[in-house]
């Protein structure tokens, strides 16, 4: 098997755009790795345990720290936590390389984890006070990712419906131009606003009544330090905030 060879040191943090790499660890069945190669330096990332999995046509804003633990189960340094965003402006052609010995690694569940519909639901128990659920999304997106920010908005909703009184949503956009590997990055001022309609859309959906919810969008948030960024501090900035006021 293959060796990484050059690898960051641990707690690194990375900040690339670069087209991604479809490594066939699984023989076809649509769960090998996935990599990213920074342009600037050479250095190719194992970006796999992203919630948000790489479109082989278009680059990816890539944004992590390098993983204590280095598996080389991909050929590339692991990136974890990270966090991919799809740029659609920006094509790619679309590369397979083989396994070359690497052996993947095994899809296991992740913890933040929607249970099926017919599992039980317990409400959060009493007492209930003002909190706060900070929800991430990808760099120019209002979409909801899939077993990551859905599940924030199931908890913020659950807790919502059992401590009743107000509702505060607040949609952020990171307007202040950023430079990613010789580009320039900036989030239009109206995604604030739609990301806070698709919060409420979503809250709304799962029980809260809609006269309890009041909206508000901002832009350039200072940065939060909270597990629901995973320590990815700038990426925080692109977030809806739910404020449970019981």
Request: charged content about 25%; hydrophobic content about 40%; proline content about 10%.
């Amino acid at each position: 098997m293959a060796t990484i060879t050059g690898a960051a040191p641990a707690a690194e943090a990375v900040r690339f755009i670069g087209c991604p790499v479809y490594r066939d660890t699984d023989a076809g069945r649509k769960s090998g790795c996935w990599l990213a190669e920074e342009r600037e330096t050479g250095r190719r990332f194992d970006i796999t345990q992203s919630a948000t999995k790489p479109d082989w046509s278009m680059a990816v804003l890539v944004e992590g720290r390098i993983a204590e633990r280095q598996d080389n189960a991909c050929g590339a340094t692991v990136l974890e936590p990270v966090r991919v965003s799809i740029l659609p402006e920006q094509a790619c052609t679309r590369v397979l390389i083989p396994a070359e010995g690497f052996p993947g690694r095994r899809f296991v569940l992740p913890p933040r984890n929607i249970r099926p519909l017919h599992a039980p639901d317990p409400a959060p128990p009493p007492p209930y006070s003002a909190t706060l659920f900070p929800i991430p999304f990808d760099f120019g997106r209002d979409f909801v990712v899939y077993q990551q920010s859905d599940w924030m908005l199931v908890n913020a909703a659950a807790y919502a419906r059992a401590a009743g009184g107000r509702v505060l949503v607040t949609g952020y956009a990171e307007t202040e131009v950023q430079h990613v590997s010789g580009q320039t990055l900036t989030e239009p001022a109206d995604l604030a606003r739609r990301r806070a309609e698709m919060a409420r859309l979503w809250l709304v959906s799962l029980g809260v009544a809609p006269d309890r919810v009041t909206l508000d969008w901002k832009t350039d948030p200072a940065p939060l330090a909270d597990p629901a960024f995973d320590g990815l501090t700038e990426t925080s900035r692109r977030r809806v905030d739910i404020r449970v006021e019981p």
